[in-house]
């Protein structure tokens, strides 16, 4: 700490209710509308509604403003695992395996499991068709026009509110694996109504939809049977009656407001300004606290037939979805995931013993989306109901992967109760990972699989190594924050200190890291996860403030590494950004602008297909050239270019930090810290370089000045 060199200024420690709803740089979220003249393509035209539970794609039909409707616990759940071979045993001791395949009938042969489509709601008829030429949906108000049609899902309900001259229907959306709706009108409302099968061990679910009418206005209801113990169609019928009782929007209208409040950006690039704006309101559509966990994969359902079946995947692409949320101060809706995990927790333990013959918890790569609805005890079917699918099921590092998120959340917002909460997974990790070390031989971590490259069987792949060394130390942490299971924690350390180092190879007579033992600069010629970086991001584990051998190896690896446009973007780009890399922006730019469709949004991603949910962490990938604070150090703007000014208004730091800047020709004219929690505040001081330390009170804010 510099005293003659930063002043810091006690500020009101706390704000009026005015203040707290205000939202930050209006101007730039306004300037994020999305106006289309046609929304006739469903896959790169079509506008995403919801409220994190209940959600929509708007597009026009031949002339007819239709919705595909869906909500996050509504899924087709049937596994049929009667055709699967024998799960995978594997042999860490003795380096051998035996069952499993790639070839997977629960997986391959049949539709479901499959998050489905409700319904289509439209608007119009094709009597009454006319060409959709002006569409404006207000991210602010969460609110599209079409042409004389207004349409919301309204934030405190699950109900589509629509403002038409025209008549709304529900339309079936057929399947030959599912038995048809009953469609019908009671007391002047519209329903439908469907019961999903179910197979040996799940009972299946039931949901109904409801029009309610009054003049122009018409509320569309969908209500699930894991919303209710009462009939659905009675639900959903009253539901939409009671919506036109009284006016919903202005409560509409100010939990948006809520949301907006939370943070806020203006940047000298609108590209970057209107993307950010955009994929949070597309996360806030489909995601929110104490509802089920989105479809991972796909957060708008503009196909019945989603690649891998939406399974959520536990490596990148499942981190991808909910990391953004953290340094975007929108914390609390990662909850799902929490509650996703905490409730697969008792499938994965069981996993453990199946597949490795240890106790602890072994995460897979893909779950289906509806496996943790039976407990594999109770299960009847081939397998427990469980698919593994080889190889990808065994990369040993997943289990670290998937928790990473959790102790992440943590880390940005510490409360003690929820990492009470999060602990037995935590704990259970790293007795997984002990009890495999324990087995491992010569210096090997393994066998394993590098994810999603070469053969399984490899050794010391990156992303095993940065995960063990991850879960163990961040379990041990855990338990010493919670005063207990020092035993487990000692041991947790001693298996620490076995995990390898990283594998090298050499490029051009220099060292970069390796893929796995034995992997040479050409063992991989294109990354599809580009795993010798995972250390630096998503792992957090090599930083800016490593040792500069560490951090020279690393960036010489991020320079040569060689990746697909499926995936590895994202990754690469926050990568770079940790570096203070000024290829972050420039790269990301390039490639994002290009990505870009009609609806503004980039609803077609490279290889996966449309509406994935991946594209949210575009919001954290821009944050993170504003404001990093890995290894709890918070920096701004070092990835961002000095030729572009920008202002960030509480993006969220580790250690529950809220941080405002301001760049301005080149320079950093404003910072101001508040802290949420207390503890101690590590700034690098922008304008001498140097770490600045201070400890803070709740509430307290600081202002940083020159």
């Given at each position: 700490m510099n005293p003659l060199r930063l002043l810091f200024s006690l500020l009101l420690t706390t704000l009026s209710t005015a203040a707290e709803s205000a939202i930050p740089f209006p101007s730039a979220l306004d300037a994020a509308v999305i106006t289309e003249d046609r929304l006739d393509d469903v896959k790169t035209r079509a506008l995403p509604l919801g409220n994190g539970d209940l959600n929509a794609l708007l597009w026009d039909r031949d002339g007819v403003l239709c919705l595909r409707v869906t909500k996050n616990d509504l899924w087709d759940a049937r596994i049929d695992t009667s055709e699967d071979p024998p799960l995978l045993k594997m042999d860490v001791r003795n380096r051998k395996w035996s069952g499993g395949t790639d070839n997977l009938p629960s997986w391959n042969k049949h539709p479901y499991p499959q998050a489905r489509c409700a319904a289509v709601v439209t608007i119009g008829s094709p009597e009454t068709r006319e060409p959709i030429t002006s569409v404006r949906l207000d991210l602010r108000r969460a609110v599209v026009t079409a042409?004389?049609?207004?349409?919301?899902?309204?934030?405190?309900?699950?109900?589509?509110?629509?403002?038409?001259?025209?008549?709304?229907?529900?339309?079936?959306?057929?399947?030959?694996?599912?038995?048809?709706?009953?469609?019908?009108?009671?007391?002047?409302?519209?329903?439908?109504?469907?019961?999903?099968?179910?197979?040996?061990?799940?009972?299946?679910?039931?949901?109904?939809?409801?029009?309610?009418?009054?003049?122009?206005?018409?509320?569309?209801a969908l209500i699930t049977s894991f919303d209710t113990r009462e009939p659905v169609l009675n639900a959903a019928i009253r539901a939409a009656k009671q919506t036109l009782a009284a006016d919903p929007i202005p409560a509409h209208v100010a939990e948006w407001a809520k949301f907006w409040s939370a943070s806020g950006v203006q940047l000298g690039d609108s590209f970057f300004q209107n993307?950010?704006?955009?994929?949070?309101?597309?996360?806030?559509?489909?995601?929110?606290?104490?509802?089920?966990?989105?479809?991972?994969?796909?957060?708008?359902?503009?196909?019945d037939e989603t690649r891998w079946h939406g399974a959520p995947t536990l490596?990148?692409?499942?981190?991808?979805?909910?990391?953004?949320?953290?340094?975007?101060?929108?914390?609390?809706?990662?909850?799902?995931?929490?509650?996703?995990?905490?409730?697969?927790?008792?499938?994965?333990?069981?996993?453990?013993?199946?597949?490795?013959?240890?106790?602890?918890?072994?995460?897979?790569?893909?779950?289906?989306?509806?496996?943790?609805?039976?407990?594999?005890?109770?299960?009847?079917?081939?397998?427990?109901?469980?698919?593994?699918?080889?190889?990808?099921?065994?990369?040993?590092?997943?289990?670290?992967?998937?928790?990473?998120?959790?102790?992440?959340?943590?880390?940005?917002?510490?409360?003690?109760?929820?990492?009470?909460?999060?602990?037995?997974?935590?704990?259970?990790?790293?007795?997984?990972?002990?009890?495999?070390?324990?087995?491992?031989?010569?210096?090997?971590?393994?066998?394993?699989?590098?994810?999603?490259?070469?053969p399984l069987g490899t050794f010391n792949n990156p992303v095993d190594i940065v995960y063990f060394r991850f879960l163990l130390t961040t379990a041990a942490e855990a338990a010493k924050l919670l005063r207990r299971d020092a035993s487990l924690s000692k041991r947790w350390l001693a298996q620490f200190a076995r995990v390898p180092d990283y594998e090298t190879t050499l490029l051009n007579g220099e060292p970069i890291i390796a893929n796995w033992k034995g992997a040479d600069a050409g063992s991989v010629q294109e990354h599809n996860i580009t795993v010798p970086v995972v250390p630096v991001f998503p792992a957090d584990q090599v930083t800016w403030f490593s040792p500069l051998k560490d951090r020279k190896i690393f960036e010489r690896t991020l320079r040569w590494i060689k990746f697909r446009n499926d995936n590895a973007h994202i990754m690469m780009n926050v990568a770079r950004a940790?570096?203070?890399?000024?290829?972050?922006?420039?790269?990301?730019?390039?490639?994002?602008?290009?990505?870009?469709?009609?609806?503004?949004?980039?609803?077609?991603?490279?290889?996966?297909?449309?509406?994935?949910?991946?594209?949210?962490?575009?919001?954290?990938?821009?944050?993170?050239?504003?404001?990093?604070?890995?290894?709890?150090?918070?920096?701004?703007?070092?990835?961002?270019?000095?030729?572009?000014?920008?202002?960030?208004?509480?993006?969220?730091?580790?250690?529950?930090?809220?941080?405002?800047?301001?760049?301005?020709?080149?320079?950093?004219?404003?910072?101001?810290?508040?802290?949420?929690?207390?503890?101690?505040?590590?700034?690098?001081?922008?304008?001498?370089?140097?770490?600045?330390?201070?400890?803070?009170?709740?509430?307290?804010?600081?202002?940083?000045?020159?």
């Open positions: 042409n004389a049609s207004t349409v919301r899902i309204l934030a405190d309900r699950n109900v589509i509110l629509i403002d038409s001259p025209a008549a709304v229907s529900l339309e079936e959306v057929k399947s030959t694996s599912l038995p048809p709706a009953r469609l019908g009108e009671t007391d002047g409302v519209k329903w439908l109504h469907m019961t999903m099968p179910g197979d040996v061990d799940y009972p299946g679910m039931d949901y109904a939809m409801a029009i309610a009418t009054n003049g122009a206005r018409k509320a569309v993307a950010w704006y955009r994929n949070l309101y597309f996360m806030r559509c489909f995601c929110r606290t104490g509802t089920a966990m989105p479809v991972t994969l796909y957060a708008g359902l503009a196909t490596n990148y692409n499942f981190q991808q979805v909910f990391w953004p949320m953290f340094v975007t101060n929108h914390v609390d809706e990662m909850e799902p995931y929490v509650r996703f995990l905490r409730n697969y927790a008792p499938r994965g333990r069981w996993l453990a013993k199946e597949t490795y013959g240890v106790d602890g918890l072994f995460l897979p790569l893909n779950i289906f989306g509806p496996e943790h609805l039976v407990a594999p005890q109770n299960a009847k079917s081939k397998n427990a109901r469980q698919m593994c699918y080889v190889p990808w099921t065994y990369t040993l590092g997943c289990t670290g992967f998937g928790l990473q998120n959790l102790w992440l959340r943590y880390l940005y917002q510490p409360e003690r109760g929820y990492l009470e909460s999060i602990y037995p997974l935590l704990r259970d990790g790293a007795e997984f990972y002990a009890n495999i070390l324990e087995q491992c031989r010569d210096g090997e971590l393994g066998p394993s699989y590098n994810p999603e490259h070469g940790r570096f203070s890399m000024q290829e972050a922006y420039a790269q990301s730019r390039g490639y994002f602008s290009k990505l870009l469709t009609p609806n503004g949004l980039f609803s077609m991603w490279p290889g996966h297909g449309p509406f994935i949910a991946e594209s949210w962490a575009f919001a954290g990938l821009t944050s993170e050239l504003l404001m990093q604070s890995v290894d709890n150090i918070i920096r701004v703007f070092l990835a961002w270019p000095k030729d572009k000014d920008a202002a960030f208004s509480t993006l969220r730091a580790q250690g529950g930090f809220l941080v405002s800047a301001e760049q301005k020709d080149g320079k950093v004219v404003r910072l101001e810290v508040e802290s949420t929690v207390g503890g101690k505040l590590r700034v690098l001081n922008p304008w001498d370089g140097l770490i600045v330390e201070r400890d803070t009170t709740p509430g307290e804010r600081i202002k940083l000045e020159p």
